[in-house]
């Protein structure tokens, strides 16, 4: 078989989605999925090649290049921890997977949780003194 599969990456943001990377010989997959609003859709060479939206914990993506079926499963592996994988299979035969974990974006929203509740606290005890001062002090 003369097709190489390259090892997929992902990217990831809260704006951008999750974004999936395969290579099949010349074929470039790319798989957006919204953790928003449950869309899901798969690029083929940078055309739409399937469109869903989906808040179950699989979903079976297929299209069809040059008379190979390929299928692309996403699938939630773990929903409290955020495991998200993503299945290239072509013909049947399973190519790659990649995994995504929203653990290493927790951490981040958790750190920026912690600042923004910190920053809130500080402002609304400096307006609420204020405010009792200047009310009980008679302004």
């Not at 999936?20 to 869309?39: A, P, Q």
């Not at 921890?81 to 929203?102: N, P, Q, S, V």
Request: some cysteine; charged content about 25%; hydrophobic content about 35%.
């Amino acid at each position: 078989m003369s097709d190489t599969i390259e090892q997929p990456s992902v990217t990831s943001s809260i704006r951008k989605g999750i974004n999936y990377y395969f290579e099949d010989g010349d074929n470039k997959i790319r798989v957006f999925c919204s953790m928003v609003s449950g869309k899901e859709i798969v690029y083929l060479n940078d055309k739409e090649v399937s469109n869903k939206r989906s808040l179950r914990t699989k979903t079976i993506h297929k299209f069809t290049k040059n008379k190979e079926k390929y299928e692309v499963e996403v699938e939630v592996t773990s929903l409290l921890l955020g495991h998200i994988d993503c299945t290239l299979i072509k013909d049947g035969t399973h190519l790659e997977t990649a995994k995504y974990a929203f653990t290493k974006s927790w951490k981040s929203l958790a750190s920026t949780f912690t600042k923004m509740f910190l920053i809130s606290f500080v402002v609304g005890f400096v307006v609420g003194y204020s405010l009792v001062t200047f009310v009980f002090n008679g302004g």
